[in-house]
């Protein structure tokens, strides 16, 4: 199967790693990328470590990501890193949205929305994560969930735009939990995500974007996850920090 998007594989270091540890994860990877890759490669550590990891990625293809944003461009926000900093620290990327920011940091979909604007109008692109719990995918809910979400997080923002963003798909009960969901399952997701980028920004936009699939992928199940033609690429966290492992994700066989 030829697949007309590009993929994209990104890993999630999120709470992980001293400066020194990133640094060298990162060059690892890098040592160890096939010359001849023709998809990318996206690292999200923490803010702390993008400088350590900017430096070991520089001249590669790899691209760097902050795993937030703020939506203020400067000001009184203790804590926070504004989309000029994370972009001044070598980012091109920003995750927005992650479920452990919906769940543990409160972030509601106003909050994702405010975000995703502030990240475009400073030329980042968003990796926007969406997805359901198990107690709304056993209620059947799974399908009004991320069409909320989606209808939520791209109002107001028009099509160019928008055509900037990738979603990433994160069945909650899939992260970090060891359980993936299957080719199947991810699959039907994605189909519907793409149905309602068609109906949010119609057919061509729809054909063109990318959409990810997060939720404990794995060496193992990486080929059969690339192997289903709506799935562009993938969100990984606990195993993108080991670099063989990593690796063996980035070069995925379909
Ligand atoms: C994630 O952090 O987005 C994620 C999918 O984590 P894991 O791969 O560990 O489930």
């Known amino acids: ?31 160890g990328l096939d010359p001849d890759m023709k998809h990318e490669v996206l690292f999200a550590p923490s803010f702390t470590n993008l400088e350590a990891v900017r430096q070991a990625i520089h001249g590669s293809p790899i691209l760097l990501a902050a795993q937030d944003v703020h939506w203020e461009d400067a000001g009184a926000y203790t804590g926070a890193v504004s989309p000029l900093q994370i972009k001044d ?40 994560c969406i997805g359901e719990t198990l107690e709304e995918r056993e209620q059947q809910k799974t399908y009004r969930v991320l069409q909320t979400q989606m209808q939520k997080a791209f109002l107001e923002i028009d099509a160019g735009s928008a055509s900037k963003i990738v979603i990433a798909y994160e069945p909650v009960w899939a992260i970090g939990t060891g359980k993936t969901a299957t080719p199947d399952q991810a699959q039907d997701a994605h189909v519907f995500i793409r149905k309602e980028l068609e109906r949010l920004y119609g057919e061509n936009f729809a054909t063109g974007f990318r959409i990810l699939y997060g939720g404990s992928v794995k060496a ?8 289903q033609p709506d799935i562009d690429g993938v969100l990984v966290g606990g195993e993108s920090l080991k670099a063989d492992k990593f690796l063996r994700i980035i070069h995925f066989r379909v």
């Open 1 to 31: 199967m030829i697949k007309t998007r590009k993929s994209l594989i990104a890993g999630n270091w999120k709470m992980h790693l001293s400066r020194k540890e990133a640094g060298e994860l990162a060059l690892a990877v890098r040592k």
């Open 89 to 128: 620290a070598g980012c091109t990327h920003a995750i927005i949205g992650h479920s452990e920011r919906r769940k543990i940091f409160l972030e509601t979909d106003e909050i994702i929305n405010k975000k995703l604007k502030s990240a475009l109008k400073n030329s980042l692109f968003p990796v926007l």
């Open 220 to 227: 193992e199940n990486i080929d059969s996850l690339m192997a």
